[in-house]
């Protein structure tokens, strides 16, 4: 898995913006592997603050104690892993779901981030590589396993090809971003990272993540796979 964390983050996300650990639930119906992940995270400093073995499960602690980020398999009894996405994150918007799955299949990959998830990671990746992509994904990263983050790009530009809905009441005036909220949407739509954004315009990972949500008030979109999809009909990965 790519990292781009800066060295000496720690897991309170955001360093020195005064909040503590971030809170993560994991979800998997193997014990010794959903132990094992929780004990590693925890050992890191990341607060686990719930797991669960099946999906109905999972939907019930999830909306019990509110984690920061969900550590999600996809393969799960009861309920699967993208309803579970789809329901927790249409029950609390501001919960980040990282998959963890065995499966490197496509068509997961795509269910997954459909569903609204942030990132996909898989097993095989190394618990350092874990611990980096929850701290980024409780940010608001995208974080994927290599390779993985080209389909979704190529998904979106698909998705974005098919002719858009007429909105409902006939056409309505586009609404007005800033020349700043705009080259951010553009450099979202381009795939980087709030890090890499931040660094490539000479601003703070936590000005960027403010433009991204007044972008999403604006616009009426609820999250940043809306948002990549917005700016590729524009065409605004191309410039």
């Known amino acids: 898995m790519t990292t ?35 004990r590693d995270l925890s050992e890191s400093g990341f607060e686990v603050v719930a797991t669960a073995g099946d999906g109905d499960q999972a939907v019930r602690r ?17 309920k699967p892993g993208v309803q579970v996405c ?17 499966s490197g299949e496509h068509t997961d990959v795509l269910e997954a981030v459909k569903s609204g998830a942030t990132g996909y990671l898989l097993k095989s990746a190394s618990p350092q590589d874990l611990q980096d992509a929850v701290r980024r ?25 098919d002719p858009a809905p007429a909105p409902e009441g006939g056409a309505s005036r586009a609404p007005r971003l800033t020349g700043r909220e705009t080259e ?3 450099l979202v739509a381009k795939g980087l990272s709030y890090k890499q ?9 936590r000005t960027v993540q403010n433009h991204v949500q007044n972008t999403l008030g604006k616009l009426q979109l609820h999250n ?3 948002l990549v999809r917005y700016a590729i009909e524009r065409g605004l990965d191309d410039e």
């Open 4 to 38: 781009d964390t800066a060295g000496g983050e720690r897991a309170d996300g955001e360093p020195g913006d005064g909040r503590g650990p971030v809170r993560v639930m994991v979800v998997d119906d193997h014990p010794m592997w959903r132990d094992a992940v929780a």
């Open 62 to 78: 999830a909306k019990a104690v509110a984690p920061d980020v969900l550590v999600l398999d996809l393969n799960l009894p009861g």
């Open 86 to 102: 789809k329901e927790v994150v249409a029950g609390n918007p501001a919960l980040r779901v990282l998959v963890l799955s065995a």
């Open 137 to 161: 994904t409780a940010v608001g990263d995208p974080v994927f396993t290599p390779g993985l983050a080209g389909l979704v790009l190529g998904e979106y530009r698909r998705l974005a090809s």
């Open 184 to 186: 951010v949407l553009r």
């Open 197 to 205: 954004i931040a660094e490539r315009l000479v601003i703070s990972h």
């Open 224 to 226: 940043r796979v809306e």
